[in-house]
């Protein structure tokens, strides 16, 4: 079992390190964000991150935020912190072009509730990273920042590399299918998709309301519990969020476990597209956990998971870009007309069903936690592939999307070609904390 040491030099400081810096005065968000900027400088012709940066307005931004503590006032948990947004988040003060020239100099009005969220917490909105087409699966430009020749992952190709390459240290992004943990399994940092519901997706490009979920990027857990907890919260404007207490998952993260946890390793029905490495990896590391892993096996209904979830997003595809269908098809990528073609032909009949399924697994899921703390399992089939032709397969992401499960990965293995694997733990819904600080617990524990 090999560690993933990476090769990027990244810098030392957390994002949460950096909040604490700029609260005591001892560095400025200017000099943090100029900071930023310089990397991004010499390594955006490489990697491709990101789709609109000003720097200009960035360094603004950071400047309001440093006048703004000389008064004496803090705006928040992430004040002066720069941050990547997904290029599907609508910006006030940015374009939203959702990686389609069919949106080009689309300028929203009004920002995302999670962008609005980020600003609450003083963040500086560093810029909009590159996505998919339509966040689906047709490549943006981007490279993965271990090996430029390899794919970053998607859809949220740009937030997963701006972080991994130390552009940003936090970013957001979203995940329908697995556009959030493959790319940070792929680029070696932390991704982490929280309970469905737990973050508006107001003004966020909408692929497919029962299966469009919000997650962030960083560095270490502890910066990835602080940008989702800060942008977490009810909003009436999303339907699916719910008035309820929002999760502490800062406070818990630094609890040690009151009990030591038990994982149970899941190798899903897709455990047969996973190759050679990974196999071999998730054995060493089963073996290595000992006693504090069990495998688990899922019912025969599983081995629906992934038919399902193609019947709803599909169908929901057809729904969601039908304008752009319409108006723009010679402009889709032909992977992504033949998905809205067969969308267009999805029974009501046979998506709803699909629809009824989401909490029938669910509830087969919690006897799995009635006696594990999480469940472990890979991120991605392998390392990221070569090639930029294809962002990889998010076939380990697919059912626990489908079921709103919360998932995060973590970037603690690595392949024979020396690239990122990471390692997925994914906990009951509305669970995140204690998933978080189980995944604490593992990395310290993979890492003794």
Avoid at 50 to 71: G, S, V
Avoid at 330 to 346: A, C, H, N, P, Y
Wanted: charged share 20%; aromatic share 6%; net charge negative.
């Amino acid at each position: 079992m090999a560690l993933h040491e990476g090769e990027i030099n990244l810098p030392p400081i957390s994002a949460t390190e950096a909040a604490a810096a700029i609260c005591a005065g001892t560095v400025t968000s200017e000099e943090l964000v100029s900071a930023c900027l310089d990397r991004i400088k010499a390594l955006e012709e490489k990697l491709g991150a990101w789709a609109f940066l000003d720097p200009d307005h960035a360094l603004n931004q950071a400047r309001a935020a440093d006048q703004t503590l000389q008064e004496g006032r803090t705006l928040g948990r992430l004040h002066g912190i720069p941050v990547g947004v997904k290029d599907i988040f609508d910006t006030k003060d940015m374009p939203t072009e959702d990686g389609t020239v069919l949106h080009a100099g689309r300028n929203p009005q009004e920002d995302a509730t999670a962008v609005a969220r980020l600003r609450e917490a003083g963040a500086v909105i560093m810029g909009k990273t590159v996505t998919t087409e339509l966040a689906v699966f047709s490549p943006g430009k981007t490279r993965n920042p271990h090996d430029p020749e390899r794919t970053p992952g998607g859809s949220s190709s740009g937030s997963a590399a701006a972080v991994a390459a130390g552009m940003v240290p936090l970013a957001i992004g979203s995940q329908t299918n697995g556009s959030v943990i493959r790319p940070a399994a792929f680029c070696g940092v932390y991704g982490y998709k929280p309970t469905f519901g737990l973050i508006s997706r107001h003004r966020v490009l909408q692929q497919s309301r029962p299966l469009d979920q919000i997650g962030v990027f960083a560095r270490t857990i502890e910066d990835a519990a602080m940008i989702a907890e800060a942008i977490m919260g009810f909003d009436d404007r999303d339907p699916d969020t719910r008035l309820r207490a929002r999760p502490a998952l800062v406070a818990t993260l630094s609890e040690e476990p009151p009990v030591q946890p038990r994982l149970a390793f899941v190798k899903t029905p897709m455990w047969e597209q996973a190759d050679n490495d990974t196999q071999e990896a998730f054995a060493e590391l089963v073996a290595h956990l000992g006693e504090k892993v069990g495998e688990a096996t899922l019912p025969d209904i599983f081995r629906e998971a992934v038919g399902l979830h193609r019947t709803i997003m599909e169908a929901d595809l057809a729904r969601s870009f039908e304008r752009e269908y319409e108006t723009g098809r010679d402009k889709l990528s032909s992977i992504l007309r033949e998905m809205i073609e067969r969308g267009q032909k999805v029974l009501a009949v046979d998506y709803n069903n699909a629809v009824s399924q989401i909490p029938v697994f669910n509830h087969a899921l919690d006897q799995v936690f009635e006696w594990h703390d999480a469940i472990l399992t890979p991120a991605t089939i392998g390392e990221a592939p070569v090639g930029l032709e294809s962002t990889g397969s998010p076939i380990f992401c697919t059912l626990w999307t489908l079921c709103g499960m919360p998932a995060i990965t973590l970037p603690v293995l690595q392949g024979s070609h020396g690239m990122p694997m990471g390692v997925q733990l994914v906990g009951p819904r509305g669970d995140d904390a204690r998933l978080l600080r189980t995944a604490r617990w593992l990395v310290n524990l993979v890492g003794e």
